[in-house]
């Protein structure tokens, strides 16, 4: 355990794992002029479109867990990088639908194959990327994940019985 993580809580340490993953895809990224945040769009678009899916950015955004506001940016920016095309959804004009250009399609492959030798190395101390101690974190991360989040109790309802 690194020496700042002694004694720290879970919520800390998935807080620090997840900025270190997220500065390694970034640095792992740049050289293709992706970021992080972008390569999460390409990658999940390319595999939404490996079984013929041309999601709308509400439904990308529920896929990766970002905000919808920021996958509309995210892919306003991809656009002009020529990386992702933009259309309205035929069916409901509100809607925008996102696909990869063949520039965005080549651009990903190379991303994914770039990040797939990074997780290997950032899995090698649980032993690998098909250890059983790797599918057992991920098995753990999942359940996490598929946690709902417990409403949280306004001021009004944690004060009340309470004198002032």
């Known amino acids: 355990m690194s020496k700042g993580s002694t004694g720290a809580t879970p919520g800390f340490l998935v807080w620090r794992l997840a900025n270190k993953w997220r500065v390694a895809v970034d640095r792992a990224v740049a050289p293709l002029g992706l970021t992080h ?16 899916e041309r999601p709308s950015q509400r439904r990308l955004a529920d896929h990766t867990g970002l905000e919808a506001l920021y996958v509309s940016k995210l892919a306003r920016a991809l656009e002009a990088a ?39 190395r950032l899995l090698e101390p649980l032993g690998g990327v098909d250890a059983p101690r790797t ?17 949280s109790r306004s001021n009004d309802e944690s004060n009340q019985g309470r004198t002032p």
């Open 82 to 120: 020529g990386l992702v095309e933009r259309t309205r959804d035929p069916r409901d004009p509100r809607a925008v639908q996102l696909a990869l250009t063949e520039q965005g399609l080549s651009v990903t492959r190379q991303a994914i194959a770039v990040v797939q030798e990074l997780h290997a």
């Open 37 to 52: 945040a972008q390569y999460s769009v390409v990658a999940s678009l390319y595999g939404m479109q490996r079984t013929g």
């Open 135 to 151: 599918l057992a974190f991920t098995d753990e991360l999942t359940a996490l994940l598929d946690a709902p989040l417990a409403p």
